[in-house]
T-cell receptor, first 117, second 110 residues
Framework: GAVVSQHPSWVICKSGTSVKIECRSL??????MFWYRQFPKQSLMLMAT?????????EQGVEKDKFLINHASLTLSTLTVTSAHPEDSSFYIC?????????????FGQGTRLTVV | QKEVEQDPGPLSVPEGAIVSLNCTYS??????FMWYRQYSRKGPELLMY????GNKEDGRFTAQVDKSSKYISLFIRDSQPSDSATYLC??????????FGTGTSLTVIP
């Protein structure tokens, strides 16, 4: 299957700082990338969808100024959590899908565990 | 009401047992029904999916959809210790938005 790599796997940062998470498709061109967040004992929740070269589409309730998404190339999308606070501590996971592929053909990265102290 | 409900478990079974994992959903417009397997510290990987209704079998795994009851199941036959993981259902109407269950943690004891 296709490989999606997410970096870092875990990060601890101080409250008020910004953290950047990278999501790379290693062996295919990802026209669309998705960012999810998962709190303990809760479901994966879609935060935003980004298409290469376009602005991301954010789900209701997700602050676009706080969670900056860049998808400038067909193999890389980044999520920057700005001015992070302890309530932003969560598991962030991306998935990527090649152009022309169906909704079931998105591949997930391994996730990033963010802890804000 | 949540879009998707899934019993988080944990579920513990002896090797060789038949495992039944289930999700219920609320929106009758959902057409895509997927099951992901997630090992510890890894991203989810697609195990099986069905479109619309019916059953699908792949080796030891069988996925069933009952749209009248808004209920989906994943059966694992002859379970193995390597099947120990968290299993997530994901359900959607076909766009980009999929609703995930919370995941069921499964341990298969040798």
């Amino acid at each position: 299957g296709a490989v999606v790599s997410q970096h870092p796997s875990w990060v601890i940062c101080k409250s008020g700082t910004s953290v950047k998470i990278e999501c790379r498709s290693l062996d295919f061109q990802a026209t669309t990338m998705f960012w999810y967040r998962q709190f303990p004992k809760q479901s994966l929740m879609l935060m935003a969808t980004s298409n290469e070269g376009s602005k991301a589409t954010y789900e209701q309730g997700v602050e676009k100024d706080k969670f900056l998404i860049n998808h400038a190339s067909l193999t890389l999308s980044t999520l920057t959590v700005t001015s992070a606070h302890p309530e932003d501590s969560s598991f962030y996971i991306c998935s990527a899908r090649a152009g022309g592929r169906g909704p079931t053909e998105a591949f997930f990265g391994q996730g990033t565990r963010l802890t804000v102290v | 009401q949540k879009e998707v409900e899934q019993d988080p478990g944990p579920l513990s079974v002896p090797e060789g047992a038949i495992v039944s994992l289930n999700c219920t959903y609320s929106n009758s417009a959902f057409q895509y029904f997927m099951w992901y397997r997630q090992y510890s510290r890894k991203g989810p990987e697609l195990l099986m999916y069905t479109y619309s209704s019916g059953n699908k079998e792949d080796g030891r795994f069988t996925a069933q959809v009952d749209k009248s009851s808004k209920y989906i199941s994943l059966f694992i036959r002859d379970s193995q210790p390597s099947d120990s993981a968290t299993y997530l259902c994901a359900i959607g109407a076909g766009g980009n938005q999929f609703y995930f269950g919370t995941g069921t943690s499964l341990t298969v004891i040798p």
